[in-house]
């Protein structure tokens, strides 16, 4: 696979990086005008930390003298510390205004630019005289156990439903004389979930063929549940056997914390074998450090 490479649309790729170039520039000058920072540079930490929380008294996301992976620094204006700077302010019922749509345009500049400096330029780098990529796939190169590409990392572009998702699959194509297999396993951690752990809820689901998500939603939130109720039920579905909690739950899911503890307990309570399982595994795993 590694050899043979993926064939990528040069031509297409580099209008949508010219594209995606004055879209990004149009976000920066949008910002500067709303915070009134002519001269910001918006790739600068330190510049926005400052405007962020001396010029304009945002609240601070991250935890004072905690470091590690996942911590939130003291100050910090990267992605996950303007999400959470976004979840603060809903709770205390200061996401409107100026306010919002500083942090929204700001998202929208950093989404852009991820986009082109991960995916767009990153790409173009790495296609050669035959007009392929060769990505390395790390066989341990995730926690999940999943494979994971670099150089460029193609799998972790943005599913096609996103727009920039779209932008970026849609660069790879077929060669002359072949065609795009699609191929994915369906829920199959889920599935695995439910033969380990024998739990009657996901085994009955699965053996019935019906809709995971939806049987899960019904469960949580009665028959007339929503489509955003839906997207809560899949999201956690899939983070709770990778060890998700009720803080990552409220955190990815923009939910208060007690909402978030409220949910877990409920769903331990849909699946009482996945929960003990996953409890077992647990404690088996603390037993063999």
């Known amino acids: 696979v590694e050899i043979r490479g993926l064939h990528v649309n040069k031509p297409y790729l580099e209008g949508w990086r010219d594209s995606l170039i004055i879209e990004r520039e149009t976000y920066a000058t949008k910002f500067r005008v709303l915070v009134d920072e002519p001269e910001l540079n918006l790739n600068s930490a330190p510049?926005?930390?400052?405007?962020?929380?001396?010029?304009?008294?945002?609240?601070?996301?991250g935890t004072p003298g905690r470091v590690g992976r996942n911590v939130i620094q003291s100050r910090s204006t990267n992605k996950p510390a303007v999400e959470r700077l976004r979840t603060i302010l809903k709770q205390q019922g200061k996401f409107e205004g100026d306010t919002k749509e500083i942090l929204n345009t700001l998202s929208d500049y950093q989404r852009v630019q991820k986009m082109l400096s991960s995916y767009v330029e990153n790409i173009l780098k790495y296609i050669d005289i035959d007009g392929c990529v060769h990505p390395s796939y790390k066989v341990t190169g995730t926690e999940t156990g999943r494979l994971s590409a670099v150089d460029p990392a193609i799998q972790t572009i943005p599913r096609p439903d996103d727009r920039y998702g779209a932008i970026c699959r849609s660069a790879f194509v077929a060669p002359p004389g072949y065609t795009f297999v699609i191929v994915d396993y369906s829920q199959g951690e889920l599935r695995l979930a439910a033969g380990l752990s024998g739990d009657e809820f996901l085994l009955k689901v699965y053996e019935e063929g019906r809709d995971l998500h939806s049987e899960v939603a019904i469960a949580m939130y009665g028959d007339h549940f929503t489509k955003a109720q839906r997207v809560l039920c899949k999201m956690f579905n899939f983070s709770y056997l990778y060890g998700g909690t009720?803080?990552?739950?409220?955190?990815?899911?923009?939910?208060?914390?007690d909402q978030a503890v409220k949910f877990v307990h409920n769903y331990?309570?849909?699946?009482?074998?996945?929960?003990?399982?996953?409890?077992?595994?647990?404690a088996e795993r603390k037993s063999d450090v």
Do not use: C, I, T
Not at 250 to 255: K, M, Y
Not at 269 to 282: H, Y
């Open 246 to 257: 009720e803080h990552s739950f409220a955190e990815s899911a923009g939910l208060p914390l």
């Open 47 to 61: 510049q926005k930390s400052r405007l962020f929380y001396d010029k304009l008294g945002f609240p601070d996301p």
């Open 268 to 282: 331990n309570r849909v699946m009482p074998r996945l929960a003990r399982w996953k409890r077992e595994q647990e």
